[in-house]
């Protein structure tokens, strides 16, 4: 499963609401959408606040650096 997937269903899972989520992590409900899509890689800070929210349910390497966390994952 690739990390916007991975967002997208940890925030259905939370039963928060986008804005909600948007209210505790402080971003807009387009950068929302944005990382949730994989179009853009979030702020170093905005990656550990969906983190926490989201209580490591998604790896932060995930988050932060998809691509990455897609390479490790092809060589494990």
């Known amino acids: 499963m690739k990390h916007p997937t991975k967002l997208r269903q940890a925030r259905t899972d939370s ?3 986008v804005d909600a989520i948007c209210d505790r992590v402080g971003c ?5 959408y944005r990382v ?3 179009e ?7 990656a550990r606040q969906l983190f926490k929210l989201y209580r490591g349910r998604v790896p932060l390497a ?3 650096d998809p ?5 490790v994952r092809s060589v494990a």
Do not use: K, M
Request: charged content about 20%; aromatic content about 8%; overall charge negative.
């Open 36 to 38: 949730e899509n994989g």
């Open 15 to 17: 039963g928060l609401t």
């Open 40 to 46: 853009v890689t979030p702020r170093q800070d905005l």
């Open 62 to 64: 995930s988050i932060y």
């Open 67 to 71: 691509i990455f966390a897609e390479q």
């Open 28 to 32: 807009t409900r387009p950068t929302l």
